[in-house]
């Protein structure tokens, strides 16, 4: 079955993406230090042109990227998702001299780049934002004073897109985007060990000075920004899912048809087989909404925060249930370390919960709904 009628050449890309993290860019990503940021491995992201062609992706081709690298190395599309999601708030609201100064280097892998949202009180409830940007009467620009939490690329980004709250009213209201390069005075952070490897860290913000020409947008309507931005990576979120399902279907039907097990092959036992059925129908369900979802963002469609909450809540749950099977299926033997299946069993629940948990895309799905009710009664 071929997925929301990709043509021949988006197929044979995504072919290619596959094997390329597979053959060259695993190898790299294997030479890491867990819990560090890769610079060669985003490096030669940067080298083979895949993050220029993030940069000047749609939604559907960022979709094919993450599920295509995630497919073939985890780490490889982790690396570029991030860049991505730091460097998108540059891309969509930055000045033409931000743009100039930071983007080309994303684009060669030379700068990392972050997304600094999450705090410690306010992760689902990113409007609740509390780090403080209070004005200095000296320099005309703010001080920020606070801290974020759950940070990917933190400590070691060369900039961050930072959300502080400059004014007093509540909610969304009030807050600012600011560009934040690494070496600013007064920041500095803190990595954090996770579930998996990911290189995440706390960041301190111990009166930063930040200038009018820091700003990425307007004052004031920097939450516009932080939801533009999520709103193009969400169904992406949904891809890298999906990306890890295949991956995890692939494995286990090798292992199944090559097994034995009572005399014959797994495969030919009916509980063995109807549970494959079940992963495969479910993954490409899943694969279908994200496309979908991309597909209408890029159109500019009524609805797509809908469609993007969708997309990733059923793409995310899709995948843990698809890994666990898969774990199951393969035995004892998947939950050794370094086996393919340990990795993506510690891979596939962080989705679950960032850039907006499952739950919190139950609520806007709902929301959407209504309000659509509402409008059309």
Known sequence: MTAFSLDPGRTAWCEELRTLARDELRPLAEKGEPGRVNRPLVAALGGLGLLDRLLGSGALDLCLLRESLARGCTEAETALALQGLGSGPVRLAGTQAQRARWLPEVRAGRAVAAFALSEPGAGSDAAALSLAARRDPGTGGWRLTGEKCWISNAPEADFYTVFARTGEGPGARGVTAFL??????????????????????????????????????????????????????????????????????????????????????????????????????????????????????????????????????????????????????????????????????????????????????????????????????
């Open 180 to 377: 934040v390069p690494a070496d600013r005075p007064g920041l500095t952070g803190t990595a954090l060990e996770m579930l998996s490897p990911h290189p995440i860290g706390a960041l301190h913000f111990d009166g930063v000075p930040v200038t009018a020409g820091d700003v990425l947008g307007e004052p004031g309507r920097g939450f516009r920004v932080a939801m533009d931005t999520l709103n193009l990576f969400r169904p992406s979120v949904g891809a890298f899912a999906v990306g890890m399902a295949r991956a995890a279907l692939d494995a286990t039907l090798e292992h199944t048809a090559r097994r034995t097990a009572f005399g014959a092959p797994l495969r030919e036992l009916q509980a063995v087989s109807h549970q494959v059925a079940e992963m495969a129908t479910r993954t490409e369900a899943a694969r279908l909404l994200v496309y979908a979802a991309a597909a209408a963002h890029d159109a500019g469609e009524p609805g797509v925060p809908r469609c993007a909450a969708m997309a990733k809540l059923y793409a995310t749950e899709t995948a843990q249930f698809v890994v666990d099977a898969a774990v199951q299926l393969h035995g004892a033997q998947a939950l050794r370390r370094g086996h393919l299946l340990e990795h993506l069993y510690r891979e596939v629940r962080a989705p679950r919960i960032y850039e907006g948990a499952t739950e919190v895309q139950r609520t806007i799905i709902a929301k959407e709904l209504y309000a659509t009710q509402e409008t059309s009664a």
